[in-house]
Nanobody
Framework: QVQLVESGGGLVQPGESLRLSCAAS???????MNWYRQAPGNQRELVAT???????SYADSVKGRFTISRDNARNTVYLQMNSLKPEDTAVYYC?????????????WGQGTQVTISS
């Protein structure tokens, strides 16, 4: 059974930083790893992607502020979030898909709440 466990969310003020972690029970090198977020009343949106080949992409709304990284030894993916804004408030989800050893799999964590407020 695949498990993705997010941590690191919390309440911070605008301009501050948070680092989210996603500890995976699968080999993150063999999957496309994504961070999504969902704010109340909104659809879930893709925030950042780390492909199997190491290609990284970001939503325009977070470019220059967020950084996705991968620790292969720990099977953990991170999302460093700097210069946080109130509109970044959402539940953040880790996602793994297109895993070479698990065709058709699409796995989600339970989510971690991020709240930006003064």
């Amino acid at each position: 059974q695949v498990q993705l466990v997010e941590s690191g969310g919390g309440l911070v003020q605008p301009g501050e930083s948070l680092r989210l972690s996603c500890a995976a029970s699968l080999n993150v090198m063999n999957c496309v790893m994504n961070w999504y977020r969902q704010a109340p009343g909104n659809q879930r949106e893709l925030v950042a992607t780390f492909s199997r080949g190491g290609v990284i992409s970001y939503a325009d709304s977070v470019k220059g502020r967020f950084t996705i990284s991968r620790d292969n030894a720990r099977n953990t993916v991170y999302l460093q979030m700097n210069s946080l804004k109130p509109e970044d408030t959402a539940v953040y989800y880790c996602n793994a898909r297109f895993c070479s050893s698990r065709p058709g799999g699409n796995y989600w964590g339970q989510g971690t709440q991020v709240t930006i407020s003064s």
